[in-house]
Every structure is written in structure tokens, then in C-alpha cells.
């Protein structure tokens, strides 16, 4: 795993998405990393059903999804907003 890229222990729903959303942090920014349901679902043998289960299996599965995210962020594969997408 690479050190300069730390991930906040928080993970949330963000409606506006309709996505899980958490963060990580490189050389002092902030990265604002987004998954979607469906990637949840193929990733888990969990059913995926509505916000709160989707953030359920989020931290059941944290690990694998952060080593997504650090990934597409060290190939800096960013949405045209500056996000990391996870779909």
C-alpha cells in the first residue's frame, strides 16, 4: 500500500450521488472517492438493498475498495470534477 495515500475512517451515503462516498488524502489534498451500489454488489455476496446496507458491506469490504481507490488515484484516473468513481 502506498503511505502518501491516507484514507479517512469514515464512510457515508451521499444522496445526490446515490453512492457510497469516503475520502482519501495525497500530499495534503483532499480526494473525494465515490462507489457505486452495483460495484458493491458484484464485490459482495451481501445483499445490497437500500443506503444503510450499502454502507454496511462498504466497511465489510473497506480494504479491497481502498486498494480500488489508490489505483485509480495513483493512474490519475479522476471524474471531470476531481472525483474518484468507483462504478
Known amino acids: 500500500m502506498n503511505q502518501a495515500i491516507l484514507f479517512s475512517p469514515q464512510a457515508s451515503w451521499n444522496n445526490e450521488r446515490e453512492m457510497v462516498e469516503f ?18 454488489k458484484q464485490l459482495s455476496s451481501e445483499p445490497v438493498i437500500n443506503e444503510d446496507s450499502a454502507v454496511v458491506v462498504f466497511e465489510s469490504l473497506r480494504f479491497d475498495i481502498e486498494e480500488l481507490a489508490e489505483e485509480l488515484i495513483e493512474d490519475e484516473e479522476f471524474s471531470q470534477d476531481g472525483k474518484v468513481i468507483i462504478d
Open 23 to 40: 475520502h482519501a488524502q495525497q500530499s495534503g489534498m483532499l480526494i473525494e472517492c465515490f462507489i457505486s451500489i452495483n460495484k458493491l
